[in-house]
Nanobody, 115 residues
């Protein structure tokens, strides 16, 4: 079992920045890739960014250039630095990982961007 705990969401004005954190615990030896997804009201959950243990990253087109994903393997923590935030970035952001063939999700953290 893997537990993921997110933090760092909140309310920010358009153009502002937020940094999300996700700490993994439990059976973390099997974790390679970690990532962030988001879900806005009425929408499906969508990929934001992923990062491998080696540091290879992948971003959704909608956030490319505004968002940076990183991780500290020693702390089993992934980060999502979001800059130039837009109202359409408003959503619940979920940390995700996969280990031993299972998907794990955090409880989600709300990000609200006001115009």
């Amino acid at each position: 079992q893997v537990q993921l705990v997110e933090s760092g969401g909140g309310l920010v004005q358009a153009g502002g920045s937020l940094r999300l954190s996700c700490q993994a615990s439990g059976s973390i030896f099997g974790i390679n890739i970690m990532g962030w997804y988001r879900q806005a009201p009425g929408d499906q959950r969508e990929l934001v960014a992923t990062i491998t243990r080696a540091g290879t990253t992948n971003y959704a087109d909608s956030v490319q250039g505004r968002v940076t994903i990183s991780r500290d393997n020693a702390k089993n923590t992934a980060y999502l630095q979001m800059n130039s935030l837009k109202p359409e970035d408003t959503a619940i952001y979920y940390c995700w990982t996969t280990a031993v063939g299972r998907n794990y999700w955090g409880q989600g953290t709300q990000v609200t961007v006001s115009s």
